[in-house]
């Protein structure tokens, strides 16, 4: 379905996700309806943004945006369904959590969820249309915290500097210290890092 600008509905959710590669924590999705009446400069893919300037700009988001919401699968439901299946789940999650029904939806990627309204995948779509960029800069925000957050529980791991990702420091943690329950049992480090342990 193509998506013309000029045509666009009254409410147009941006949607994206942070953390399909990591070994641990859950995948976030966010969705967010901008106030076309209020923009925000700046807004741009979350990956290309100092966490400084993703901070500020969440809570601009936040406090100018129609609507946002966030949406995530646990590492139980990654490991079940699949981290493509998990990440649309999520989607779905968040764009139905919104406080305002929106009338079309953008999807970063090529892979769009099951959705009440018309959808539109757009590939890169987090560094061309603004509702995606600020989806992303909110997820990422929200799942760093969390992951920063798991640094106090589990000791050992540097959850806050890697945040789950497949790091030297993160595999070689999973090999020393064993398999946390937020880790994902499915993917391969993990799956090694269990199978180790039990020999």
Known sequence: MS?????????????DEVGR?????????????????????GLAD???????????????????ALSWAIGRAEPEEIDQLNILQATLLAMKRAVEG????????????NQA???????????????????????????KVSRDKEMILMEEYFPGYGF??????PTKMHQDALMKLGV???????FKPVKQAIHAHKS
Not at 3 to 15: L, Q
Not at 21 to 41: E, Y
Not at 98 to 103: A, K, M, Q, R, S
């Open 160 to 165: 806050a500097q890697h945040k789950g990702y």
């Open 21 to 41: 590669g990591p070994l641990a924590g859950p995948v976030v999705t966010a969705a967010v309806i901008l106030d076309p009446r209020r923009p925000i400069m």
């Open 180 to 186: 946390t329950v937020i880790h994902r049992r499915s």
């Open 113 to 139: 969820p099951n959705l009440m309204c018309p959808v539109t995948t757009i590939i890169k779509g987090d560094q061309t249309e603004p509702a995606i960029s600020a989806a992303s800069i909110i997820a």
């Open 46 to 64: 979350s990956k290309k943004l100092t966490e400084k300037r993703r901070e500020s700009l969440a809570i601009i988001i936040k406090q100018h």
């Open 98 to 109: 919104l406080g305002v029904l929106p009338t079309h939806a953008l999807i970063d990627g």
């Open 3 to 15: 998506f013309n600008k000029e045509d666009s509905p009254s409410y147009i959710a941006g949607v």
